[in-house]
């Protein structure tokens, strides 16, 4: 529960971060940060990947904590 109750405070966000180190800001990666406690660094399998889990997250948390959520450079539209 705990676990859980973290994610309404917690910080989704797009990294820079690249496979070649080399970024740019108009084009998209598969990669992104969770902010909990700590932060973690994660990898999807894809871009599209990566807006269907920020999408799930946001919708699960309005389904049951009903909180705030913090989700930075994300397209919504995409």
């Given at each position: 529960?705990s676990?859980?109750?973290?994610?309404?405070?917690?910080?989704?966000?797009?990294?820079?971060?690249?496979?070649?180190?080399?970024?740019?800001?108009?084009?998209?990666?598969?990669?992104?940060?969770l902010?909990?406690?700590?932060?973690?660094?994660?990898?999807?399998?894809?871009?599209?990947?990566?807006?269907?889990?920020?999408?799930?997250?946001?919708?699960?948390?309005?389904?049951?904590?009903?909180?705030?959520?913090?989700?930075?450079?994300?397209?919504?539209?995409?």
């Open positions: 529960l676990r859980s109750r973290s994610i309404c405070t917690s910080l989704l966000k797009s990294s820079s971060r690249s496979r070649t180190g080399i970024t740019s800001a108009c084009q998209d990666n598969p990669f992104f940060d902010h909990f406690k700590k932060v973690y660094s994660l990898e999807a399998y894809s871009c599209a990947s990566k807006y269907a889990f920020a999408r799930t997250v946001n919708k699960l948390n309005h389904a049951y904590l009903k909180k705030d959520l913090q989700i930075v450079n994300f397209d919504s539209t995409y």
